[in-house]
């Protein structure tokens, strides 16, 4: 028999092959027939081998083949966060809880910060609807975001919580990845004038615990990342949401916990005159509105793209528009002046554009 001559040089990028060269012994039959059989030997044992039937000596444990793990079972569903005995915005006495768990470090929690804050406080928190409980859930790859949760908690022993909470948003810019992150917490203690056992209970650790009690209950809640919420009502019972989603869907859930229809809009009088207004990316339509002086006037304001609000302070205007969805308000016309208005929810780079007035005229 010819025999098979093996190269070590690899196949070319041009297709030839040193197998295919002169001199190669492939086209031998007698070389085809011992690779056919071979072909056949090989998948005979795989075959049986596969199948835990490949014959074993007497004594030897039969093979085991792998089996598919079964699919895990759904994890039951997390119980509320308590409040714990963590700062609180609000009247004790609110009908809703929300808990946060947050990440001063975690941008995303900024954002939250940055842009749903201060509408939830104003709507919410400051008409003792609900009460807001901060609770502390540093991320282990954030590497400042522990002591920024223990600054929080030294300072509370000061009395300046929500000083240093707010202040850690808007400078965390200049600390989360500053290599002595307790050093910059420490001059913003001296900033709030916050006494100086601020210091040694940073330095001393003496609530790191405090903190990871809070990242501990947390997790058993299901809580994954940040920032994380829970929304409980009176009886006990609530719901969570995750990320920095848009007011909206607050809205929603604390509006259904409170028993308030969020869907439900003022009904119009039969002789009340109705103004329709459209909000988009990056406008209202029309951005002047004219009424007169103790004319029963409503608002319909539908939300063409995007989420946005229309404020108007000095009319106690504060609605949030939802695209697709038409939000009908009623514009106080008791008193005579010109009333700015602008977008006060998700309106990104463009709200300096989202302005206008409410005019009210005298008779």
Known sequence: ?????WQETAQKGDGSSPLSS?????????????????????????????TGSFPVAAGTPPAQVAQAPAPPAPAPPADPAGPDDDAMLGSKDAPVTLIEFVDYQCPFCKRFFDQTFAQLKTEYVDTGKVKLVMRDFPLSFHPNAQKAAEATECAQDGGKFWEMHDLLFAKQDEWASAPDGAGLFRKYATGLVLPKTFDSCLDTGKYAQEVKDDLRDGTTAGISG????????????????????????????????????AAAAPVPSADARTIKMTAELWKFTPTVVRVKQ????????????????????????NETII???????????????????????????????????????AQ
């Open 1 to 5: 028999m010819t025999p098979l001559h």
């Open 22 to 50: 002169a001199g190669s012994s492939i086209n031998n039959p007698w070389f085809a027939l011992s690779v056919g059989l071979m072909g056949l030997i090989v998948g005979f044992g795989l075959g049986k081998w596969r």
């Open 226 to 261: 940040t920032p994380g919420f829970w929304i409980v009502g009176k009886d006990g019972n609530g719901e969570q949401i995750s990320g920095a989603v848009p007011f909206s869907n607050f809205k929603t859930v604390i509006d259904t916990l409170l028993g308030v229809d």
């Open 294 to 317: 103790g004319e029963k006037v409503m608002l319909a304001i539908t939300g063409v793209s995007g989420t946005h609000g229309l404020s108007v302070p000095g009319l106690g205007i």
């Open 323 to 361: 695209q697709g969805n038409t939000v009908s308000v009623a514009i106080p016309t008791d008193k005579t002046g010109t009333f700015d208005f602008r977008c006060s929810v998700q309106c990104g780079s463009g709200h300096n554009d989202m302005t206008g007035q409410i005019i009210v005229e």
